[in-house]
C-alpha cells in the first residue's frame, strides 16, 4: 500500500524585496531560490544572535540568582513591601507630621519612605507586617528616626489602638527562609501591580 503525499502548497518567498510565490521542494524551505537565501542571511543571523543573546540573559539571571545570600533576598522582599506601602498610602500624608506630598517637596525633596513604626532592628518579626508600615517623609523617618511619638499618636487615629497594642506587644521570633521571603516578595509585588491597575 502507497500512501500518496498532497503536493506541496505555493507560498511566498521570505525575501522582502521579492516576495514571489514558489512551491517548496524541501521541508522548510523558506526562500525561492539561492540568491533569495543569501539575500536575507543576515537577517537570520541578526535574530540567531538575538536569540541566543535572549538565553545567555536568561542564564545569567539563573546564575545570579543562585548567587544570591539571604540578606539579599530580604533587602528584595523589604523594597516589594516598601513600594507597596508607598503607593497604598499616595493619597494619605506623612504618618508623622501630616505633610503631604507638597509640603514634603519643599521640605525634604520628592522622596518618601516606607518607615516602620517598630523598627527592622527592635523587632525584625513584624519587618514585612502592613500594619507596621506606613508612607513617612524622608525627614521624619531618617533625620527625626522616624519620629516615633508623633508616628504612634498618629497611627492610633489611623488603624486603632487595638492594632497599635498589637503592634506594640510581643512577638513569636521568626526566621523567614530564603522559599518564603522570595513568596513574600512575589506576593507584594502582584498587590503593587493590582493597585497601578487599579489606579490607572
Known sequence: MTIERKPAKPKPCKNPACRASFVPQRLG?????????????????????????????????????????????????QAAVNEYVRLRDAHLPCISCDSTPNDNDLMTGSRWDAGHYRSVGACPELRFEPLNIHRQCVKCNRNLSGNAVEYRIRLVLRIGAEKVAWIEGPHEARKYTVDEIKAIKASYREKTRELKRAAA
Open 29 to 77: 524551505q523558506a526562500v525561492c531560490s539561492p540568491k533569495c537565501g543569501l539575500a536575507i542571511k543576515d537577517v537570520n543571523q541578526e535574530r540567531a544572535r538575538k536569540s541566543l543573546a535572549q538565553v545567555e540573559r536568561s542564564e545569567i539571571k539563573v546564575r545570579k540568582e543562585k548567587l544570591k545570600s539571604r540578606a539579599d533576598h530580604l533587602r528584595e522582599a
